[in-house]
């Protein structure tokens, strides 16, 4: 069983910074392609940023130059580093991971999963 935990959401006034933390558990054996996305109330889920095994990144243009994507891969961890929020950057963020699991001593598992979601919210 994979499980992947977001936290570092919170409250914090437009012009401040957040750190997403993201961490994966469970009998791994190999994490590829790590993502955050986010989806603001009423609207749809949208990427925001994804970094592969070689910690290539990817970002959408709304948040360019403004969050910063990493991972830790000895930690199994992905953050995702927050600066000069808006309050459209408001919404529950969730972190997604392609991950190779170990179903039994011969049987692997890849499949995409996700976690349960942090909530940001930015006053103006």
């Known amino acids: 069983q994979v499980q992947l935990v977001e936290s570092g959401g919170g409250l914090v006034q437009a012009g401040g910074s957040l750190r997403l933390s993201c961490v994966v558990s469970?009998?791994?054996?190999?994490?590829?392609?790590m993502g955050w996305y986010r989806q603001a109330p009423g609207k749809q889920r949208e990427l925001v940023a994804t970094?592969?095994?070689?910690?290539?990144?990817n970002y959408a243009d709304s948040v360019k130059g403004r969050f910063t994507i990493s991972r830790d891969n000895a930690k199994n961890t992905v953050y995702l580093q927050m600066s000069s929020l808006t309050p459209e950057d408001t919404a529950v963020y969730y972190c997604?991971?392609?991950?190779?699991?170990?179903?039994?001593?011969?049987?692997?598992?890849?499949?995409?999963?996700w976690g349960k979601g942090t909530l940001v919210t930015v006053s103006s």
């Open positions: 469970g009998s791994i054996v190999r994490v590829n392609v």
């Open positions: 997604s991971g392609n991950i190779v699991s170990k179903m039994s001593e011969t049987t692997m598992k890849i499949m995409d999963y």
């Open positions: 970094i592969g095994s070689t910690s290539s990144t």
